[in-house]
């Protein structure tokens, strides 16, 4: 079964970019448009793995972070943020709201594969 | 939702994402202190950076940064929020759309002059540019002889936040042939053991080429928080490290009931609303094929009429009702609120005011209208027309105003209301009103009017949207743009609609559009008149009463009925036609009206309602007034479709023509 990845980015021409990346390396993709949604589809399904943008309306991602973290039928889901960020003070903060890794913007589908690959294994 | 193509998505959503910029950038010029718009600014223009980016709109991301870097110091409190900053990123927004619709051209001088104001405009320098990615301080040593041994703990927490040690392990593992070794020394004692913290170590050597950073990288994500030790393999050391060793099964052992750890699936929560995008070509194809089932359908419908078969019938009528469902709901796919019509001319009021140098404050209501989507696409261009027009010439500078006892600042008022089939839009000002004496003198040097003509007031008002017709004594940069007044006039019409003014010297004027709500198919009242067969709006109807022979020979020559008291002028529209036919013994009045203005049209025959699928005429009948476009029936003739707002002003016309007369 092919692992399922919920992105959660306010940008929808983003979401699509890495649908298209996603779902041509054979992930099944969830798509949610900013924090709050991303929690609401977070509290109704188990995902393989979640990518998030950190600045978003209604719920920024370092929130929703938190919230997936205390989420029983999330454990140990993990979770790459998108940054734009170089200094290390916002990969701290996503760090210590439980994210397990990022991907820096811009950056092209085999970088994005690369992570995913990561941070899921084998 | 399928895959389409990213860079056009991009650039669709970068266009909101400028119009909300430019929105909180508005709001913010308002209110300097508040710092949610400086947030909300500043995350738009993070976004755009982000994505222009990710799409190669390089130029555009170089050029967002500096902005967005000097809305982040405003953020952090570095430097305050001024006015000349929210001026200068009005003109950047401007710059970016340019930068994404045009990306070919040379932007390079236009980019440098705004940059240029941004560091006036702010305190703080914000020259730096983009940096580069973070970069992982990767200790550039050279290739181990032979591969590395790695020894780590992970942080407790890494499992719970979704590092996967077996996955790092495997990393290690495909840079080369490895030994691993799980480290147990700090399992803890059971009563003290928390099963979803990392409690255990590795030890691993890997045989590989692959210099320091690569394994540096395996751990990219949690090396500045666990511990990790790495060093060059010496050839022929081998002896075990001094920890507890297990083997490669109990590993599996502990792994399995690490995952089985992870509980699943639970209560499925309430769902969200979920939009999709589908583009506009889509919506009006979709409406074609709407109208093409409605013309079918009512094809059908006159079979099944003539028919005595019952389940034909019913079929017919079932699916009739369907056809109208189907249609009310493509209109309200169709339909968009105002508001996002009324939000483009903020900036235009705000560019006007700094133009004019006039105080100008834009008011707004009935935002939640809704109107279809092409309709408010073409209405644009008009109200931008019709706004700076009351901008230009309606309001009075500062001075003016003073000495004219009103407020300082001058007032724009769009309001927006629905009436029946139809939207009312207007467009108000607290200036100084129409100058009548100023438009007769210009319409009669124009040669519109002859000298002394006589005109009821708003025949006299709307001559300023006669083509060649301008009011202005001079022409300024605002108002005087090639596009006259009739431009406007001519395409309120071509959207069925009307145009209504109200003015009163030295109070302001009000310019009112009725816009119908939808361009492409309306209810209908089927009459007949002669041998003729007509469509009346539905929504203008206002009701059917009988007009006996006997009465109808009475009240010739003064066609009136009084109608719970109120005189309401009539027209036969038999006559009007010229049919030629007899009037019928059993004539009908079928009264409709548009706002206040009622009158009635006396036709032959009520047939029922219709739903009429609206075909503009062809260039050659439009200057035909009565007749706002033509339908096909079920039985493929063809049916006028009557104009009722020009039948009420011949109506009224007549009434007051009479009323002159006795």
């Known amino acids: ?25 054979g992930y099944k993709v969830t798509e949610a448009g900013d924090g709050r949604e991303g929690l609401a589809k977070a509290q109704s399904e188990r995902f393989d793995m979640i990518l998030t943008d950190l600045n978003m309306p209604n719920m920024d991602g370092l929130s929703m972070i938190k919230e997936i973290r205390k989420l029983p039928t999330q454990t140990g889901v993990p979770i790459v943020f998108l940054t734009t960020e170089s200094d290390d003070g916002i990969k701290q903060q996503a760090k210590m709201a439980g994210a397990t890794g990022w991907l820096v913007k811009p950056f092209v589908p085999e970088q994005l594969l690369r992570v995913v690959q990561k941070v899921l294994g084998r | 939702m399928s895959a389409g193509d990213p860079v056009a998505a991009f650039k669709t959503e970068a266009d909101e ?32 950076k982000g994505s222009g980016a990710m799409f190669g709109f390089d130029k555009l991301a170089g050029f967002t940064h500096h902005c967005e870097t000097a809305f982040d110091n405003v953020r952090k409190g570095r430097a305050p929020a001024t006015a000349e900053l929210v001026e200068v990123i009005l003109s950047a927004k401007d710059h ?25 405009a702010i305190d703080i320098a914000s020259d730096a540019p983009a940096p580069a990615p973070a970069a992982q301080a990767a200790s550039p040593t050279p290739a181990s002889a032979g591969g590395w041994r790695v020894q780590f703990y992970l942080p407790p927490d890494a499992m719970a ?46 045989v590989t080429d692959a210099p320091r950073s690569a394994i540096e990288d395996v751990f990219i994500f949690v090396i500045d928080d666990m511990q990790l030790d790495i060093s060059p393999l010496e050839p022929a050391v081998e002896e075990a490290a001094a920890a507890d060793v297990m083997t490669p099964e109990t590993e599996n052992v502990v792994a399995a009931a690490v995952s089985a750890a992870s509980p699943v699936k639970g209560k499925p929560a309430e769902k ?42 019913s079929v017919s009528e079932e699916i009739g009702l369907l056809a109208s469902e189907l249609r009310d709901t493509m209109m309200v796919l169709r339909m968009v609120p105002v508001s996002n019509l009324f939000g483009r001319f903020r900036r235009l009021i705000h560019d006007l005011a700094r133009d004019t140098g006039k105080i100008i404050e834009l008011t707004t209501e009935g935002e939640n209208v809704e109107l279809d989507k092409t309709v408010i696409e073409r209405l644009a261009d008009p109200m931008i027309h019709l706004i700076r027009n009351s901008c230009d010439h309606g309001l009075e500078d500062a001075e003016g105003r003073t000495a004219a006892g009103k407020p300082e600042s001058g007032r724009i008022h769009l309001r927006a209301q629905q009436a029946g089939g139809e939207v009312i839009i207007s467009i108000e000002d607290d200036g100084r009103g129409m100058d009548r004496a100023r438009i007769r003198a210009k319409a009669e040097a124009n040669g519109l009017i002859q000298p002394g003509q006589v005109l ?10 006669a083509p060649g017709f301008s009011t202005a004594a001079q022409v300024t940069s605002l108002s005087g743009r090639g596009v006259g007044m009739d431009v406007v006039k001519r395409t309120i019409e071509s959207l069925r609609g009307q145009i209504d003014i109200e003015s009163v010297e030295g109070a302001g004027s009000t310019i009112r559009l009725r816009i119908p709500l939808t361009l492409a198919i309306i209810e209908g009242l089927l009459v007949r008149v002669g041998e003729g067969r007509y469509v009346l709006p539905l929504a203008t109807v206002e009701e059917c009463i009988e007009l006996s022979l006997e009465e109808d020979l009475r009240s010739r020559g003064r066609s009136f009925i009084t109608l719970r008291d109120r005189l309401v002028p009539f027209l036969r529209l038999r006559e009007l036609f010229a049919t030629g036919t007899k009037p019928e013994a059993f004539q009908k009045i079928v009264v409709v009206g548009i706002g206040a203005e009622k009158v009635g049209l006396v036709v032959d025959q009520i047939i029922g309602n219709h739903q009429t699928v609206i075909k503009s005429m062809s260039p050659l009948h439009r200057n035909v007034t009565a007749f706002g476009g033509a339908t096909i029936l079920g039985d493929g003739n063809v049916a006028l479709i009557l104009d009722v707002a020009q039948l009420v002003a011949l109506g009224q016309n007549q009434e007051e023509r009479l009323r002159a007369a006795s």
């Open chain 2, 161 to 206: 936040n979704g590092t996967n040690p077996l996955a790092l392990v495997d990393e290690l593992r495909d840079l080369g042939e490895a030994e691993v070794r799980l480290v147990t020394d700090r399992l803890p004692a059971l009563d003290e053991l928390v099963p979803t913290e990392c409690h255990f170590g590795w030890d691993v050597t890997v």
């Open chain 1, 1 to 25: 079964m092919s692992a399922s990845v919920l992105t959660v980015d306010d940008s929808a021409s983003l979401r699509m970019a890495i649908r298209i990346a996603l779902t041509g390396a």
């Open chain 2, 456 to 465: 009821s007031d708003q025949e006299l008002l709307q001559l300023i949207f």
């Open chain 2, 96 to 120: 970016m759309s340019a930068l994404i619709h045009q990306s070919d051209d040379d932007h390079e001088a236009a980019s440098a002059e705004i940059l240029g104001r941004l560091r006036a």
């Open chain 2, 17 to 48: 994402l400028l119009d909300q910029i430019e929105q909180d950038l508005l709001d913010l010029g308002g209110n300097l202190q508040d710092a949610d718009l400086v947030n909300a600014v500043f995350r738009g223009l993070h976004t755009l």
């Open chain 2, 272 to 313: 969200s609303v979920e939009n999709v995008r589908v583009p506009a070509e889509r919506l009006d194809e979709l409406m074609d094929r709407v109208g093409e089932l409605v013309i079918a359908q009512s094809r059908l419908f006159q079979l099944a009429q003539n028919s005595i078969d019952m389940s034909l019938r």
